[in-house]
């Protein structure tokens, strides 16, 4: 599994996040203390919005710990939004390509978690995929795949929903192949001007998300708390699809549509009713 920090606010130095704090994310990549593995060291990335549309980007494949290129940068680099990762591979080589976030347009993502049985079902995914956004593929990750399966259920205009109808592309994909359709599902992506995240998993084993106000009067989404002392930290629920803006935050529960996942899985329960949770 995989560590990741998001912040939007007013602009601070990277460092502040990635490399600073006691349990910075580079800290996390060799000691995450609430994944599966404590060592994150197959490569990092970071990206960060500036005044451009499109997102900065810099990933490499050396563990975060031992370049001093990407604390050079922190220490420069000043955002208001930006997503920080360092990567344990779940699956996918240990390459510049397969390493978060992954950039289309202006929307950035990154990704910890996995899809089960994924070789198996990544050509029927990559078919769901217009001759523009599998051009747009570069790595071997279900992480990446998914993200262009976002792009392309609408992501633009709708990023709840197309996150939804991801998943259940993926579910559908699975009932194919006649596969268990496991996900487990927490990113952190963003426009620009908003920052969302997800925490969503198909058993009881969705990796952990949480939040908390920045001293900027900011907001961090991240994996695991980078400061403990700091007592304002929130675990998000999981099945939960949440959107932070300059003037807030809202958690909402996060269900594939009940009439959809019949047509798949008709044995399926009732889902939970949409309201909105602030934190």
Not at 248 to 271: M, Q, W
Request: proline share 6%; net charge negative.
């Amino acid at each position: 599994m995989c560590r990741w920090a998001a912040y939007l606010g007013e602009e601070v130095f990277l460092e502040e996040i990635v490399t600073a704090p006691c349990h910075s994310l580079i800290a996390q990549s060799h000691s995450a203390q609430e994944a599966k593995t404590a060592t994150n060291g197959d490569g990092f990335g970071l990206a960060w919005y500036g005044e451009r549309p499109e997102p900065g980007l810099y990933r490499d494949i050396l563990p975060a710990w031992s370049d001093p290129n990407l604390k050079s940068l922190c220490r420069q680099i000043r955002s208001g939004l930006f997503l920080a990762h360092v990567r344990a591979a779940t699956g996918g080589a240990t390459s510049r390509a397969n390493c978060h976030p992954f950039v289309h347009g202006r929307w950035s993502f990154m990704h910890n978690g996995q899809i089960g049985g994924f070789e198996r079902l990544r050509r029927s995914l990559e078919t769901r995929l217009s001759d523009e956004a599998y051009g747009a593929l570069e790595g071997s990750t279900d992480s990446e795949l998914f993200f262009l399966l976002m792009v392309e259920e609408g992501l633009d205009h709708d990023p709840l929903g197309a996150t939804r109808r991801a998943v259940l592309a993926v579910r559908e994909a699975a009932a194919r192949a006649g596969i268990d359709p496991m996900i487990r599902l927490t990113a952190a992506f963003s426009d620009g001007r908003r920052l969302y995240a997800v925490r969503f998993a198909t058993d009881a084993h969705a990796p952990t998300l949480y939040t908390a106000p920045f001293r900027t009067g900011g907001r961090c989404l991240v994996s695991e708390p980078f400061d403990r002392a700091c007592a304002d930290w929130q675990a998000i629920p999981s099945d939960s699809f949440v959107e932070a803006a300059p003037d807030g935050i809202s958690v909402t529960p996060f269900t594939v549509e009940p009439a959809a996942l019949a047509l798949v899985f008709p044995r399926a329960g009732a889902l939970l009713p949409q309201r909105r949770r602030s934190v």
